[in-house]
C-alpha cells in the first residue's frame, strides 16, 4: 500500500497534536519521515509531539534539524520550550531573541523573553517586551499580568493598576489578573480593594493576611478554614508561608511543608541544578557571609546590628551580600563604619548574584531573609556556599533541604523534641537565637499627657502589628480590661483608619468602652523606645509571638508576658524572657497567662518591684550582653562548619561546646 506524502500527513500530525494525543502525532511524524527525512515541518512537528510526551531533548534535536533546514520563527519558539524543560535559559533566550528577529510581532515570544529577562532583573527591557506584547496581541492576558508583576517589582504599582483593569475587562474571572491587581493594590495600601480582588480569586492565603491587616475579624474564621484545608493539598495554590505565621490552628509541620512545596513551585531549575560552591581549602580563617535585603533601619539591622560590628575579625572573616534598597540611614551609616566588605546584589540575577557569593569563597553564608518579604531565594537555591543557615528573619523552616542546612535555634524555640518540625539541622544558642543591640537608645521617658495617655490607671500596650492580633487574643484583652478598672490599651496606630474603627466596635462588642483604646503614631526607634516606658505591662500576641517588639519592651523594663505554642513563632517571646531570666512571666496557656496579667495588674507592688529586676538586669542580663552573644555566635559558626565536615547526616543539635560565662 502507497504510504501518504509527507504533505498529506501535515493535517493528520496536527490534528493529533491538536486533539492532545501527542504519541500518535509522533508516531504520524515519524513515518512520514521516513520518506522524507529533510521536511522540516515534519520535523518541527515530531519535536513538538516529543517535548509534549517530556522527551525534550529528542524534541530539541528535532527542531534544530528542521531550522538547518528552513530558518522559522515558530521553529525557534518551540524549540524555546523545548530549552526551558531542559533547563538552559541561555538557549532559551537565544531561541526566543531569533524568533523575534524572524517574526517582531510574535507576542508569545515577546512575553516569554521578558519572563525571562525579569527574572534577570533586566526590567528595562522586559518592560518594552511587554509593551510590545500587549501591542501587537491586545487580546494576550499573560503579557498584561507580566507587565503588572515588572511594575510593581520595580515599586511602579500605579502605573501596573491600569494595565490589569484593562485587562480584567477582557477576562473578568481570570484569577492570575485578579490576584495581581489584588498585590498592586496591597502595595499601595489600599488594603479593603485589594481583600475585595484576593476573595474573588479566592486566595485565602493572601486574603486572611489582608483581613488581619484591617482588623476584619467577620470572615476571618471561614478564611483560615479554608486555608488550612488547602495545605497538603494537590489543588494547593502557590501560597507563601511568610503569610501563615499569624494562623490558629497551623501545626509546625504544615508550616514546614508549605515551605518545601513555595520552593519547589518557584525555583525548580536552581533547585535541580548542580551547587555552584565547592569546599574551602582546609584550615582557613572561617569565611561567613550574610544575605539580607534588610540592611538599613529595619528590624533586623536593629537587632544584629552590635553583632556585625562586634566580630572578632582575627577568627572570622565577614562578608555582606546585599540586595537592600537604596538609602541611607542611622544604621546604615553605622554600617559602613565596620568597614565590612559589602557586596551589591540589587541589578544581579539570582544567577549572577549566587555566582558572586561563590567567588567569595564563604564556609557558611547566612540567610538572613527566609521567606519573608522581597526575599531572593533563587539565591541560595544555587548553593553558592558549601553551608548555609537559616537564622533570625523567619521564624521557621524553610522546608527544603537546598534551601538550608541549619537553623539558628535555641533550646526553648526550638528544642529538641521540635527536631522534626524543620528540613534543617538544628544549632543552639546557649541563652537565645536572637541577638540584641547593647546600643540601641535608652532615652528619658515622656510624659503620659505627651503620649496621649492618661494620668492614671493600668496601661497595658501591644506594639506588633494588627495582623499579629487574632480575635480570641482579643476576648482575653479585652476582658483584661473590664476587670482591671481605669486601664486602657495601647496599641500601634495601624496604617488604615478602617483598621482603628474596626478594633474600637470590636471592643465595644465585647463590652469595652471603645475610648479605652488609645493608639499610638509610629516613631523613630529612639523616640518610640523614650515613650515605650510608660507602659505598665505588655501583652503578647500569639501565635505569632513578639520578637523585636518583646525585646524593646524588656529594654526599657516594662514587663511582658506570653506563653508557649508548637511552632517557633509561638515561642519567640518565651526564648527572650527564659534567657533574660524571667521564667515566671512565661505562662502554660491561654487561662494561665489571663490570670498572671490581672494578678501584675492588681499588684502595684509586685509590678513595681518587677520592673525594678528588669531594669537591674537589663546590663547583666544574656539577652542584652552583645560581646557574649557574638562570641557565642562564633563558636556556634565552628561548631557547624565541624559537625559539615565530620557528620552532616547527624540530626541531633549542634552544640557551643564552651559557651561564654
Known amino acids: 500500500m502507497r504510504q501518504p506524502s509527507p504533505a498529506k500527513s501535515l493535517p493528520s500530525i496536527l490534528a493529533a497534536l491538536q486533539g492532545g494525543d501527542a504519541a500518535r502525532g509522533e508516531a504520524l511524524a515519524r513515518q512520514a519521515l521516513r520518506i522524507t527525512p529533510r521536511n522540516a515541518d515534519v520535523l518541527h512537528l515530531c519535536g513538538v509531539a516529543c517535548i509534549r510526551q517530556g522527551k525534550a531533548g529528542q524534541g530539541r534535536e528535532l527542531i534544530q534539524r528542521a531550522l538547518g533546514i528552513r530558518k522559522d520563527a515558530t521553529f525557534y519558539l518551540n524549540l524555546s520550550v523545548a530549552e ?8 532559551e533566550e537565544a531561541a526566543l531573541r531569533h524568533c523575534l528577529r524572524l517574526q517582531p510581532g510574535n507576542a508569545q515570544a515577546a512575553n516569554n523573553l521578558a519572563t525571562i529577562l525579569i527574572d534577570g532583573r533586566r526590567f528595562a527591557e522586559a518592560e518594552t517586551l511587554c509593551r510590545q ?16 508583576v515588572l511594575l510593581r517589582e520595580v515599586g511602579n504599582s500605579q502605573a501596573a493598576l491600569p494595565l490589569l483593569e484593562q485587562a480584567l475587562a477582557q477576562q473578568p474571572d481570570h484569577t492570575g489578573l485578579q490576584r495581581e491587581l489584588a498585590r498592586v ?76 512545596r513555595y520552593a519547589e513551585a518557584n525555583w525548580p531549575r536552581a533547585l535541580a541544578a548542580p551547587p555552584l560552591a565547592g569546599e574551602p581549602a582546609a584550615g582557613e580563617r572561617l569565611r561567613i557571609g550574610y544575605l539580607s535585603s534588610d540592611f538599613y533601619a529595619h528590624a533586623t539591622l536593629h537587632l544584629m546590628m552590635g553583632v556585625l560590628e562586634a566580630h572578632d575579625r582575627a577568627k572570622v ?61 533563587g539565591i541560595t537555591a544555587l548553593r553558592p556556599a ?60 515622656v510624659s503620659r499627657a505627651e503620649a496621649g495617655l492618661p494620668e492614671k490607671g493600668v496601661v497595658f500596650c501591644s506594639f506588633n502589628q494588627l495582623l499579629k492580633l487574632n480575635p480570641s487574643e482579643f476576648d482575653l484583652w479585652c476582658r483584661l480590661l473590664r476587670e482591671v478598672p481605669g486601664s486602657v490599651l495601647w496599641l500601634l496606630q495601624p496604617e488604615a483608619q478602617e483598621a482603628c474603627d ?31 516606658a510608660l507602659a505598665d505591662l505588655a501583652l503578647d500576641s500569639f501565635p505569632c509571638t513578639s520578637h523585636t517588639t518583646a525585646s524593646d519592651a524588656l529594654w526599657v523594663g516594662v514587663p511582658l508576658l506570653t506563653r508557649l505554642g508548637e511552632t517557633f513563632t509561638s515561642r519567640v517571646a518565651g526564648s527572650l524572657l527564659r534567657a533574660h531570666g524571667f521564667d515566671e512571666l512565661v505562662a502554660t496557656d491561654a487561662q494561665d497567662y489571663f490570670e498572671r496579667l490581672k494578678a ?50 547527624d540530626r541531633a543539635p549542634v552544640v557551643v561546646a564552651a559557651p561564654s560565662l
Open 84 to 91: 526551558q524543560a531542559l533547563g538552559d535559559r541561555a538557549a
Open 133 to 148: 506584547a500587549i501591542a501587537s496581541n491586545p487580546g494576550y492576558l499573560f503579557a498584561y499580568m507580566n507587565l503588572g
Open 185 to 260: 493594590l496591597e502595595a499601595q495600601k489600599r488594603h479593603a480593594e485589594a481583600a475585595h480582588w484576593f476573595a474573588k480569586a479566592r486566595r485565602w492565603s493572601d486574603l486572611q493576611f489582608i483581613l488581619r491587616t484591617l482588623g476584619r475579624w467577620s470572615q476571618l474564621a471561614d478564611v483560615d478554614a479554608a486555608l488550612l484545608n488547602q495545605l497538603g493539598t494537590p489543588a494547593q495554590p502557590d501560597i507563601t508561608p511568610w503569610g501563615l505565621i499569624n494562623l490558629p490552628g497551623l501545626s509546625p509541620e504544615q508550616h514546614r511543608d508549605a515551605g518545601r
Open 317 to 377: 572573616e565577614v562578608h555582606l551580600f546585599d540586595y537592600s534598597p537604596s538609602r541611607e540611614d542611622y544604621f546604615t551609616r553605622r554600617l559602613a563604619a565596620t568597614g565590612l566588605p559589602r557586596h551589591d546584589l540589587r541589578e544581579l540575577s539570582d544567577e549572577a548574584a549566587a555566582q558572586l557569593i561563590a567567588e567569595q569563597r564563604v564556609h557558611i553564608l547566612v540567610d538572613l531573609k527566609g521567606y519573608t518579604t522581597g526575599a531572593r531565594q
Open 386 to 445: 558549601p553551608v548555609i543557615v537559616n537564622w533570625l528573619g523567619y521564624p521557621g523552616s524553610l522546608g527544603h533541604p537546598r534551601l538550608a542546612d541549619y537553623l539558628i535555634g535555641d533550646p526553648t524555640v526550638t528544642p529538641a523534641e521540635h527536631a522534626g518540625h524543620f528540613s534543617e539541622t538544628l544549632a543552639w544558642m546557649p541563652h537565645s537565637y536572637q541577638p540584641n543591640d547593647r546600643d540601641r537608645p535608652l532615652e528619658a521617658s
Open 502 to 532: 474596626n478594633l474600637r466596635r470590636e471592643a465595644v462588642a465585647r463590652g469595652v468602652d471603645a475610648a479605652r483604646l488609645v493608639f499610638a503614631p509610629r516613631l523613630k526607634q529612639d523616640e518610640h523606645l523614650a515613650r515605650l
Open 600 to 649: 501584675l495588674a492588681l499588684d502595684d507592688a509586685k509590678r513595681h518591684a518587677l520592673r525594678r529586676r528588669l531594669g537591674a538586669g537589663r546590663m547583666t542580663s544574656p539577652l542584652f550582653d552583645t560581646a557574649r552573644f557574638t562570641v557565642d555566635l562564633e563558636a556556634l559558626y565552628r561548631a557547624i562548619w565541624a559537625h559539615h565536615g565530620a557528620n552532616p547526616d
